[in-house]
């Protein structure tokens, strides 16, 4: 590959060579013509001269003078002089012998000038065995009769003398203009690539990272405002590396500062960015650059990655893990086509929720034996006692029976959360739970008179259940529905929808007002205190229904209004 001085250099100098080729060969061309050109009419004028010296010897036929005035007029003007009579024989001859001579009618230059024209031409001499330049004219009598033809003639050698000096001369100049041309576009197409040059090394440090490169250049022309441009971008690049470099160490204090493993994966899965936290949950090093396949073993977070990089989308999981529980929470940055996900752990919030749950179940189980005992002694006491006493002991009977209620619904609570998701799964047939169900609640649907419908859609499939806990569920809405339904109809529904189990709870009893419906599914809660305990309610029914659904990895959700009814709807995963 050529520079861009040995380009320029090397084209000017090819240019200049070209010129003066061209110079030299034009040159050369011209000379010679016009030399040949001056050179003939000489000889021309000079054979007008000879012929008014010979025609008077011609005529009178006087050769031997004829011969000797051709030799004085030689020596004076150094031209072959030679003399022809028209037959082509030669009468004098300057030069040579007139009796070796040959005939010389066949002669180009002769012939012409017998025809009454100037004969020219440059050829071979045979009598002088050299190259010659002719000039012929025909010599008149009176009677306009060619009575003879005079010819003049040179060396062509001493031509060529003359004009080889002259374009020796032009050859010498042009050597020289194509020297000092040669040194001109030398210092021509330095200054034209050095401030190149500099550039070039000036923008290969900065690319190397170097921004204290500076270009020193006083040309007033296009590139020096080149290299002023360079400097001032090499100082912008400078500030915005620095500002870059700052936020990003920024952003990396404050991420390897974060509680939570976080980490950035492409939409392959490659990991873009970790922090150690991350590294020390996985128990992994130097884990940038490669697939969460290959680092991640454990079964469950390994198909929450997976989810999140075929799916997409945002998602949150608690996965437990055999010496940890943590929180994933991951989402897709479309614009980025990137996937964040945080790993929390919260095995200590476990802990605490696990000895929180601990001590309710251990303080209900022992609750339950005493209470059970108290409840028996008030039986017995009730039939021994008078009637004021006995009111009093109704009293304590109901408190009782709401304490053991209480304790019953907290135990079916705990139970159901220590075993997570540990349910005990088989096929269950919808029309089994619903008719257990009914059979439980018909009484009490018969004395508060209220109407009853219930309808479970035509090829229902058999579903996989704990039946025991989905009986619960329905047992809890159904009771709640009579609870707090005063007239007007009951109605369960069970359907098929959207590949789920659908499962609606429909009353028209009071309804629950909005504030309220958020917080329904907590412990403890109720709309009105009074009301619930009075009907025996704890608080606990729907905590427990929403807990047994999201162990199937189901939704539950309501529908109210206050003086209308209300309709619980349960959304089942259909497996099968
Ligand atoms: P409770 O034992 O008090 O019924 P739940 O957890 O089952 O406790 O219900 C919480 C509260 O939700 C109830 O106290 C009641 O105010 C309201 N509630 C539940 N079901 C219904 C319903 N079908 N109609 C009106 N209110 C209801």
């Known amino acids: 590959m050529f520079s861009i001085f040995q380009k320029i250099f090397g084209g000017f100098l090819l240019g200049i060579l070209l010129l003066s080729s061209l110079i030299l060969y034009f040159s050369y061309q011209t000379i010679e013509s016009d030399y040949h050109e001056n050179l003939e009419l000489q000889l021309d004028n000079l054979n007008h001269i000879v012929i008014l010296k010979v025609k008077e010897l011609v005529q009178q036929k006087d050769y031997k003078k004829l011969d000797s005035i051709v030799n004085v007029m030689d020596d004076q003007i150094n031209t072959r002089i030679t003399i022809i009579a028209p037959d082509g024989v030669v009468l004098a001859d300057s030069r040579h012998n007139t009796a070796t001579m040959e005939n010389h009618s066949d002669r180009p230059e002769i012939i012409k000038a017998m025809n009454g024209n100037s004969g020219r031409s440059l050829r071979y001499s045979s ?174 977070l390994l198909k929450f990655f997976r989810k999140m990089v075929n799916k997409k989308g945002s998602r949150i999981k608690e996965i437990d893990l055999p010496d940890k529980y943590l929180l994933c929470s991951g989402k897709y940055i479309e614009s980025n086509d990137e996937i964040i996900i945080l790993l929390h752990d919260i095995t200590d919030i476990k802990e605490l929720e696990k000895i929180k749950r601990d001590i309710v179940a251990n303080v209900s189980h022992e609750l339950r034996t005493p209470l059970t005992a108290i409840k028996g002694f008030i039986e017995t006491l009730e039939d021994e006692v008078d009637d004021k006493a006995r009111y009093y002991v109704s009293i304590v009977k109901r408190h009782t029976d709401r ?15 220590e075993a997570g998701t540990k349910l005990v799964l088989k096929d269950v047939n919808f029309n089994d739970i619903l008719e257990n169900v009914t059979k439980i609640y018909e009484p009490k649907i018969k004395e508060k008179n209220l109407s009853f419908e219930c309808h479970i859609e035509k090829d229902f499939p058999i579903l996989k259940l704990d039946m025991f806990k989905i009986e619960q569920v329905m047992i809890n809405l159904f009771d709640n529905a009579i609870k707090y339904t005063d007239t007007g109809s009951i109605s369960i529904n069970v359907s098929k929808v959207n590949g789920e189990a659908l499962i609606e709870v429909e009353d028209t009893g009071i309804g629950i007002p909005s504030d309220d419906r958020k917080r329904i599914f907590e412990r403890f809660y109720t709309v009105d205190k009074s009301r619930s305990r009075k009907l025996g309610g704890t608080g606990l029914g729907l905590s427990i229904v929403k807990h047994i659904i999201l162990a199937h990895n189901g939704k539950i959700t309501l529908k109210s209004m206050p003086g209308k009814g209300t309709k619980f709807i349960i959304r089942l995963p259909v497996i099968t």
């Open 127 to 300: 009598t002088l065995k050299s190259e010659m330049l002719y000039q012929a004219l025909p010599v008149y009598n009176e009677k306009k009769q060619i009575i003879a033809v005079s010819r003049v003639s040179l060396l062509s050698e001493k031509v060529y003398n003359l004009i080889n000096k002259i374009t020796q001369r032009i050859f010498n100049t042009t050597v020289i203009v194509f020297l000092f041309s040669i040194i001109g576009i030398w210092f021509f197409s330095r200054s034209l690539t050095n401030p190149i040059k500099k550039l070039a090394q000036a923008s290969k440090k900065v690319a190397t990272g170097d921004f204290s490169t500076f270009v020193d250049m006083n040309n007033k022309d296009e590139i020096g405002d080149l290299a002023l441009n360079f400097n001032y971008m090499v100082k912008r690049i400078e500030t915005l590396f620095t500002e870059v470099t700052a936020s990003k160490e920024q952003m990396d204090n404050l991420i390897n500062s974060l509680q939570e493993g976080f980490v950035v994966l492409d939409s392959e899965g490659v990991i873009l960015y970790n922090n150690r936290e991350f590294e020390d949950i996985l128990e992994a090093n130097y884990v940038k650059g490669q697939n969460f396949e290959d680092i991640i073993s454990e079964k469950t």
């Open 403 to 417: 304490l053991i209620n209480i304790v019953k619904d907290l135990l079916v609570l705990s139970e159901i959360e």
